[in-house]
C-alpha cells in the first residue's frame, strides 16, 4: 500500500525508519519531513495542516493510508475531514477524531474525562480569564507546590509548577490576563502536585480493543539532574524498570481499560495511539495528562522495542481486528538521548552544518529538526538528533549513545550525559 506519514521530527523519522522495513509498504511518503526521513520515503513539501493540498495528494498518489504523527493536525480534525468527504473516505487515517483529540486538545476536557470514568489523576479547578479573581483566590488556601496548566496546546511548555503562591497568582494574571501561551491559556487548570516518579505508557486502540506498547520514560528539563528549563524532551529510556508486572496490571485495571471502554461507552471514534503521562505515588499509578498522539523522544525508545510489523498493526486498527494481534517485544534496553541547538529552549541558531554523521554505525540516527542546505545536513530545530542504541545491558546502552552523541558535530551542539541513570536496574 502506499502510505502518507505526516510530520517532520524525530517521531517521524522513527516511524518512517519503522513503517518503510513493511512489506505492506509500497511507497513511503512523508510531509514535510526532515533531513533524515527522505532515507525511507519521498519527502513532500507540504503542511500537516493543510488538508485541503493533503486530500489533492492522496487522490493523485492513490494513498491508501494516512499516519498522523504530531498533535495539531488531529486537534484540528483531520480524521473527521477524511471521513466526511466521499472522494477520500475510503482511506484508513490512523488517529482519533477530533472529539477524541480533544484528550490532549484540552487539559479541561481529558480531566473531566477521567472524572466522569473515575481514573485517577489529581484534584482540579479550571478558571477562565473572566473567573481570574476566583481562581487567585482559589490559590490563596492551596496547598504548595501548585500546578498551573495552560488548557490548550502550548508545545509542551504550558505546565508551570509554582512554589509559592506568590508565584502561582503571578503566572496565573499572566496566563489569564496577559494570555501568556496565547489561545492556549484562555483557561488554566490549577492542579494538585503529584510527588513521585513519571513515565508514559502507549496503547495503541482500535474503537474496541488495544494492545499496550513498551513503556517509555522522559528527561524534559535542559539540565543534567533534572535541572533548568523544560524542553519537548532530552531523552529517553525503554523499558523503565519500577513499571513491573504488578504496577502495570495496576495501570491496564485502573486507567488503560477505563479509558479505552469510556471512549467506547460515549462512542468517541479512536482509531490511534493513547498516550498517557503517568506519575508513580508510592507504587500507585495516577494520570498526569493524555496525548493523543506517540511522544517524542519516546517513540525513538519504543518502536525499536516492536518487533512487529507495524504497517500490519495499523491495517488491523482501521479494520477493527487489533483483538487477532499480539504485540512482540525486543527484550533489550533502548536509550535514546538527544542533541539540541545550543540555547535550546530558549533563542537558538539554525542553518548549523552537521557533520560526522556517515561515521555512526550500529545505533539509530533519528533526525528531528535538520534540513538538506546546499548539500549538506543541516541544523533546523532546537532539538536536532535523537541517537538511540539498544543493548540487553542499560548501561551499555547508555554508554554507546552517550558516545556516539559525542561524535556528531554542529557549532553549538548540546546533550546531556546522565539520560537514565537516575533509574536503578
Not at 22 to 38: D, K, V
Not at 53 to 58: D, G, H, L, V
Not at 187 to 205: A, C, D
Request: hydrophobic content about 40%.
Amino acid at each position: 500500500m502506499n502510505i502518507l506519514l505526516l510530520g517532520s521530527g524525530g517521531r517521524e523519522s522513527a516511524f518512517a525508519w519503522k513503517l518503510s522495513q513493511s512489506e505492506e509498504c509500497e511507497s513511503l511518503f512523508i510531509a514535510p519531513g526532515n533531513a533524515g526521513t527522505s532515507a525511507y520515503g519521498t519527502n513532500v513539501s507540504m503542511s500537516a495542516t493543510d488538508f485541503e493540498a493533503i486530500k489533492t495528494f492522496c487522490i493523485e498518489n492513490d494513498i491508501n493510508m494516512v499516519v498522523v504523527g504530531p498533535e495539531d493536525p488531529l486537534v484540528m480534525g483531520i480524521v473527521d475531514f477524511f471521513a466526511e468527504d466521499e472522494e477520500i473516505e475510503h482511506i484508513a487515517v490512523i488517529g482519533p477524531s477530533k472529539e477524541g483529540a480533544q484528550l490532549e486538545g484540552s487539559k479541561d476536557y481529558s480531566k473531566r474525562f477521567m472524572q466522569r470514568h473515575n481514573i485517577p489523576t489529581a484534584a482540579y479547578e479550571t478558571f477562565t480569564k473572566e473567573e481570574l479573581e476566583k481562581g487567585l483566590a482559589y490559590l490563596e488556601n492551596h496547598t504548595l507546590p501548585i500546578v498551573l496548566k495552560a488548557d490548550g496546546l502550548a508545545a509542551g511548555k504550558g505546565v508551570l509548577i509554582c512554589e509559592t503562591r506568590e508565584e502561582a497568582k503571578e503566572e496565573l494574571r499572566l496566563m489569564l490576563a496577559e494570555a501568556k501561551f496565547g489561545e492556549a491559556s484562555q483557561q488554566v487548570v490549577i492542579e494538585e502536585f503529584l510527588s513521585g516518579i513519571e513515565l508514559s505508557v502507549f496503547v495503541l486502540n482500535d474503537n474496541f480493543h488495544y494492545l499496550i506498547l513498551p513503556e517509555a520514560k522522559d528527561y524534559k528539563r535542559i539540565g543534567e539532574g533534572d535541572t533548568g528549563l523544560n524542553t519537548g524532551g532530552m531523552g529517553s529510556i525503554s523499558p523503565v524498570p519500577f513499571a513491573d508486572a504488578t504496577f502495570m496490571q495496576k495501570v491496564e485495571e485502573r486507567i488503560i481499560i477505563p479509558t479505552v471502554e469510556g471512549l467506547a461507552t460515549e462512542e468517541i471514534d479512536y482509531k490511534g495511539f493513547i498516550f498517557i503521562g503517568l506519575m508513580n505515588v508510592n507504587g500507585e499509578p495516577f494520570v498526569i495528562e493524555y496525548n493523543v498522539r506517540m511522544g517524542d523522544p519516546e517513540t525513538e525508545s519504543v518502536l525499536p522495542r516492536i518487533e512487529n510489523d507495524l504497517v500490519d498493526l495499523f491495517i488491523a486498527v482501521a479494520e477493527g481486528r487489533l483483538s487477532e494481534k499480539k504485540i512482540n517485544i525486543d527484550p533489550r534496553h533502548a536509550a535514546t538521548v538527544m542533541l539540541v541547538a545550543g540555547g535550546y529552549p530558549g533563542d537558538y541558531k539554525k542553518g548549523d552544518v552537521i557533520s560526522a554523521l556517515d561515521n555512526i554505525k550500529y545505533t539509530h540516527i533519528f533526525h528531528a529538526g535538520t534540513k538538506m542546505e546546499n548539500g549538506n545536513v543541516a541544523t533546523n530545530g532546537g532539538r536536532v538528533i535523537a541517537v538511540t542504541s539498544l543493548d540487553i545491558d542499560k548501561h551499555e546502552a547508555l554508554r554507546r549513545s552517550n558516545e556516539y552523541a559525542a561524535q556528531i558535530q554542529y557549532e553549538g551542539k548540546y546533550f546531556r550525559k546522565d539520560i537514565g541513570k537516575d533509574l536503578s536496574a
